[in-house]
């Protein structure tokens, strides 16, 4: 049997199975929205409890002396979130070849209505470690440490992405904010 741990607010929990429904009762609201926030809130309930599953699963491999119960949580909604994607573009690929035309209606643009369209544009251009990185120290507030954690990298990496990933973004955005500025003619 895993040894128990205990969560950032002192609750017993993860190591055994009956005790990890006090992880998801804690963290599944805020793991949800963060998938919503990502993808859409169509697919949000899926991809999170997908995730919860996956740890779940691998609950005994959870390391306290690594990070919070938190952020390891969402090295599991990234990869899921990641694993979705994939999913949706073999799909619109595979309907492509056929010649069929996706139903933009039932699985509408991961981030349409979420974001402005450039700035959608701009992290549809980063690359998918750097838009990891970026969105989680953006939209689930994670340190740099928890980030680190929750994708398993080191935590010089996590700066290294994110610095760069501002920097494209504001390449992007600010070449694009002076395009529409230059109208005087």
């Given at each position: ?18 005790r ?43 390391d ?10 969402y090295?599991?909604a ?108």
């Amino acid at each position: 049997m895993a040894r128990p741990v205990v969560t950032e607010d002192g609750e017993v929990a993860i190591g055994e199975p009956d005790r990890f429904a006090a992880v998801f009762d804690r963290y599944y609201a805020e793991i949800r929205s963060y998938v919503a926030r990502r993808l859409s809130v169509a697919v949000a309930d899926d991809i999170t409890a997908n995730a919860f599953l996956a740890a779940y699963r691998k609950r005994d491999r959870y390391d306290p002396r690594q990070g919070s119960v938190r952020s390891w949580l969402y090295g599991f909604a990234t990869r899921e979130i990641g694993s979705h994607r994939r999913a949706e573009l073999r799909r619109y690929r595979a309907l492509a070849r056929l010649g069929a035309q996706p139903d933009h209606a039932a699985h509408p643009d991961p981030l349409a209505g979420e974001l402005d369209g450039r700035l959608a544009a701009a992290l549809a251009r980063l690359s998918t470690g750097d838009r990891h990185v970026l969105l989680l120290v953006a939209l689930a507030e994670l340190n740099y440490a928890e980030v680190a954690q929750a994708l398993g990298l080191p935590y010089g990496t996590v700066c290294s992405r994110l610095n760069r990933a501002r920097r494209q973004l504001r390449a992007v955005l600010g070449a694009a904010e002076n395009h529409d500025g230059d109208s005087d003619g």
